[in-house]
């Protein structure tokens, strides 16, 4: 293939390199140690999370048609991923799941599954990010304070405030507190500052926490081994070789192999979907990524990473969203942070392991609040309760379960107000007088469901006392629902028992907003 016909294929743009170049190196300075780190929760090693990242920039980004969507593990996997891996006993069994997962994702795009993405609320996916958001702050605390999770939140038997001050308060490296501060500090402003600005906040934070670690060695703030960095080094190509795992394809026909690619296949394209939709909202030009060829795209990139010893990878919210916030402007952002990873694992590892935990903390701190935003919430609570209600219980559900358990939740409720709202407006009802008599005219909605049964039930049995005449008007509806009409034709035969003038206009069962025309008996000549 010509350069370009490459060119062209990809869609790259010398004009939006000056938004994606930053960006990329931003999005790479937040995947680099989310690589790491899930791989490390997965248990997993760590060059498999390096590796799943570099194929979702490289492969992913390549094949799909999202401007601004990042791949890579995804910390909603890391779960179901470790607990694969000990149900089948080998790496390289689960391995062979990760590629057959990717085939199962490769055939729903072909089939155009995508769509399903398009039908959940804009309020659960919303209350997703701000979620998120507030999960992102919550795992960097520890890391932030220079803590380990299990340090920071591990009480002695006194409890209270003693607790605390034994187990954080006198584990706190200050060391990385200060590189952490001062690096928020400069995520906040340096982007208001004219002139400068041009150059990334993020890139000036890890510098600046590369040189205060070096500064505090020797001195009470020094940094601790484990608040660094930590990749492979690989020192030739043979080393290089030898990271790579392959899968096991004799377990091909092992049943548990199925059932754990299935699992990993669904719930995969299921948060690629939720995440896509969540950055097509969060894009500034409103863009709108087909979700069929995104499936195709997550599919290949399974394939791949499964095949050369990686983890199970989606469209990751967190870098996707650091990418929107950086600036980032095409799918070149994506891939050039995977070529980044690629280039650190190669070239770069020993420097690499030189940045500080503290500093990174700090990166997804910046994200998370801005996913998290207080505006955010205000904004959905002017919105109204049936909004703000499924956002903050999607929020709520997410946080202390998670991101799959907790849309669905959001889903539920929002599902509830929907219903409602249905069953609200299902008729109108007006109550006029003309010369002392009381006359009632129920005009029905376009649509009246099963659901609006039992609302216009109690309304029609609860009339006020004198009415004396009744009009219910289907003129206006395209469908009701034929429950309905039973409880209508037997409040007429009520009515009229106690005298009540009853009308029935257009109240009929109608096929595509038109009643049937009732044909007349044939007469059978005998």
């Not at 006993?89 to 399903?116: D, P, W």
């Not at 979907?273 to 990139?301: H, Y």
């Not at 935003?373 to 997410?398: C, E, H």
Request: hydrophobic fraction near 50%.
């Amino acid at each position: 293939m010509s350069g370009t016909r490459l060119s062209a294929f990809l869609k790259l743009s010398k004009r939006d390199l000056k938004y994606d170049f930053p960006a990329s190196i931003v999005v790479f300075l937040v995947a680099l140690p989310l690589c790491l780190g899930i791989a490390m929760a997965s248990g997993a090693p760590l060059f498999a999370g390096l590796l799943t990242g570099i194929i979702g920039g490289l492969v992913v980004a390549s094949i799909s048609k999202s401007p601004l969507s990042v791949s890579g593990p995804a910390a909603g996997l890391t779960v179901i991923v470790l607990g694969a891996i000990e149900q089948l006993g080998a790496y390289e069994t689960f391995l062979l799941a990760v590629v057959i997962a990717g085939v199962v994702q490769l055939i729903l795009g072909i089939i155009k599954a995508g769509m399903i993405g398009n039908y959940f609320p804009s309020a659960v996916i919303l209350g997703m990010l701000a979620a998120i958001g507030i999960t992102i702050i919550l795992k960097q605390i520890p890391l932030a304070f220079g803590l380990s999770e299990e340090h920071a939140f591990e009480l002695d038997a006194g409890g209270g405030i003693a607790a605390v001050q034994n187990t954080v308060l006198s584990g706190i490296n200050w060391g990385a507190t200060t590189i952490c501060l001062l690096s928020l500090a400069i995520l906040i402003y340096w982007p208001k500052i004219k002139g400068i600005n041009k150059v990334p906040a993020p890139l000036v934070v890890v510098l600046l926490g590369v040189g205060l670690a070096s500064v505090f060695q020797g001195s009470t703030m020094q940094l601790n081994a484990d608040h660094f960095v930590v990749i492979p080094i690989v020192s030739s190509f043979q080393e290089f070789t030898q990271l790579f795992i392959f899968p096991d394809f004799a377990q091909i026909l092992n049943k548990d192999v199925w059932i754990v690619a299935f699992t990993i296949a669904i719930i995969a394209s299921l948060e690629t979907l939720l995440s896509i939709e969540a950055v097509d909202k969060m894009d500034p030009f409103k863009r709108i990524t087909p979700t069929n060829r995104e499936l195709v795209a997550q599919g290949v990139g399974n394939m791949a990473s499964g095949f050369l010893g990686g983890l199970p990878m989606t469209s990751v919210i967190v870098r996707s969203s650091a990418n929107t916030q950086a600036g980032g402007r095409t799918r070149q952002s994506a891939m050039l942070h995977g070529l980044w990873l690629l280039v650190a694992l190669l070239a770069i590892p020993a420097l690499i392991n030189l940045i500080p935990l503290s500093c990174l903390a700090a990166i997804l701190l910046h994200t998370g609040y801005k996913l998290a935003n207080p505006s955010l919430f205000k904004r959905m609570l002017r919105k109204g309760l049936d909004q703000f209600i499924p956002f903050f219980a999607t929020i709520v559900a997410v946080v202390f379960t998670d991101l799959l358990m907790g849309v669905g939740i959001g889903i539920v409720v929002a599902l509830f107000y929907i219903i409602r709202a249905n069953m609200q407006n299902a008729f109108k009802m007006e109550i006029n007088e003309e010369n002392g008599e009381k006359k009632v005219t129920m005009t029905l909605a376009e649509e009246v469901s099963f659901l609006n049964k039992v609302p216009i039930q109690q309304k029609l049995y609860s009339l006020p006392k004198g009415v004396q005449a009744i009009r219910i008007d289907g003129r206006y509806s395209k469908f009701i629902d034929k429950d309905v009409i039973e409880v209508l034709k037997d409040f007429q035969t009520n009515a009229v028992s106690k005298g009540i003038d009853i009308e029935l206009d257009a109240v009929t069962y109608k096929k595509n907003g038109v009643a049937p025309i009732i044909q007349p008996k044939k007469q059978i000549k005998v």
